[in-house]
Nanobody, 122 residues
Framework: QVQLVESGGGVVQAGGSLRLSCAAS????????MGWFRQAPGKEREFAAT????????NYADSVKGRFTISRDNAKNTVYLQMNSLKPEDTAVYYC???????????????WGQGTQVTVSS
């Protein structure tokens, strides 16, 4: 069982940056692939970025590639999402998830956080 708590969301102007954090409970964090997903109002949840258990492999949605960076610190049971050059279309609730594949299919992920709101103003 893994419990996930996101933090770091907020309101930022277009072009700005935010860093999201996801703290995980449990001693098995280092065995899980981790992902960040997002859901904008009126839209389905979509994949943003994933990272494998060791941190050696990452995958990004085309919409965030080159602007977002996912990383993890297994000693701190934490995964991060550094978001740069933010755009209004990045506005969404961002969710941390554990247990799925690096391909980023949401249905494969077993554990989810409660989400953190990111709002990018133009």
């Amino acid at each position: 069982q893994v419990q996930l708590v996101e933090s770091g969301g907020g309101v930022v102007q277009a072009g700005g940056s935010l860093r999201l954090s996801c703290a995980a409970s449990g001693r098995t964090f280092s065995t899980y692939n981790m992902g960040w997903f997002r859901q904008a109002p009126g839209k389905e949840r979509e994949f943003a970025a994933t990272i494998n258990w060791s941190g050696g492999r990452t995958n990004y949605a085309d919409s965030v590639k080159g602007r977002f960076t996912i990383s993890r610190d297994n000693a701190k049971n934490t995964v991060y999402l550094q978001m740069n050059s933010l755009k209004p279309e990045d506005t969404a609730v961002y969710y941390c998830a554990a247990g799925g594949g690096v391909a980023g299919r949401a249905r494969e992920y077993d554990y989810w956080g409660q989400g953190t709101q990111v709002t990018v103003s133009s």
